[in-house]
């Protein structure tokens, strides 16, 4: 017979319990986690660009990406807290991706790498 470790051990009492929660045999804390509807996408980015291209200037988030969302394409929770963010302090947000651009350009310190059409959707290139 295998030696089980307490790993092993506390991932099959984790999937027994699972099973059981499934079953109705025991109750457990369930944290469900609305998507951000389009419509919600679609009122942040008008509370603070006119376009999903000023958008992407203001925020580094490709337009067509943006334009997707708004349509009902999925939006992972790090795109939520993203927007999150954008929706109540949307300044702090410009300014952080504009000095990320400033440390990648200037090579001081850390090099932040950003995805090449982020940088020139900032830059308004």
Known sequence: MAVRSKLGREIETGLREAIAWKRGEIELPVRISEAMPAARVKEIRKSVAKSPKEFERRFGVPARTVEGWEQGRRVDVAAAVLL???????????????????RRDRRVGLTVDLPEEWIEAVRGA
């Open 84 to 102: 999150t963010v954008i929706a109540t302090e949307p300044e702090v947000v410009e300014r952080a991706v504009h000095a990320a651009l400033n």
